[in-house]
Structures are given as structure tokens and as C-alpha cells.
Nanobody, 128 residues
């Protein structure tokens, strides 16, 4: 059974930083790309960042480029999302997800439909 567990969310002021973690189990973690998505009430789930199974390439939403950094440690079956210069519009429930295709070629996907397993989410709230 594949499980993804996010942690690291919280309340932070505008301009602050947080680091989210997502620990995976139940599959060969290092063979699958991973992504971060977020959702706010009344809005569609939004792509944030993704990282290739090898860690060799990343993909970011325009809204977070230059502020957020995704990384992974395959020895710990964990991915991270370092979030800097946070803005109130970054407030959301953040989910990590695992790709449905092993060793996907090309850029890591930004499409939710390409991800098979999802965590329960961790809340990030940025106060103005």
C-alpha cells in the first residue's frame, strides 16, 4: 500500500519561509517522479512543482518560480518543498503526489492526471 505523508505546514507572515516534507512508502520511491499541488476553497487544484524520479530535472508553476524549490532525497524516500518569500495568495492545502508512470521520460509532469497516489495534505497559511 502506497502512502504519502506531508508535514511542515503552518502559519507564517508575508515574506516568511516554510519547508514542506513528504515521506513516501509502499513503492520504489526512487523510480517515480513526485509533485506538489495545492488547493484553496472554491478553486481548482493547482500544480506547484514537480521533480523527476532521478532528481535530474524540475518543473515549476510560473507563480512560484524563483521562490519555491523542490528537491528529493531518495535515501530517505522524501521530497521537500522549500517555500521562500511567501505571499497571502500561497495560502492553500498542499498535497504531494507520486507519478503513475515509473521513470517517466522528459520533464516531470505538471498534470494532476499523471499522478496516481496522493497524500492527505498540509495546510499553509500566509498572513498579510
Amino acid at each position: 500500500q502506497v502512502q504519502l505523508v506531508e508535514s511542515g505546514g503552518g502559519l507564517v507572515q508575508t515574506g516568511g519561509s516554510l519547508r514542506l516534507s513528504c515521506a513516501g512508502s509502499g513503492r520504489t520511491f526512487s523510480s517515480y517522479g513526485m509533485g506538489w499541488f495545492r488547493r484553496t476553497p472554491g478553486k481548482e487544484r493547482e500544480f506547484v512543482a514537480a521533480i523527476k524520479w532521478s532528481g535530474g530535472s524540475t518543473n515549476y508553476a510560473d507563480s512560484v518560480k524563483g521562490r519555491f524549490t523542490i528537491s528529493r532525497d531518495n535515501t530517505k524516500n522524501t521530497i521537500y518543498l522549500q517555500m521562500n518569500s511567501l505571499k497571502p495568495e500561497d495560502t492553500a492545502l498542499y498535497y504531494c503526489a507520486s507519478d503513475r508512470r515509473a521513470m517517466r521520460l522528459g520533464l516531470p509532469s505538471g498534470l494532476a492526471a499523471d499522478y496516481e497516489y496522493w497524500g492527505q495534505g498540509t495546510q499553509v497559511t500566509v498572513s498579510s
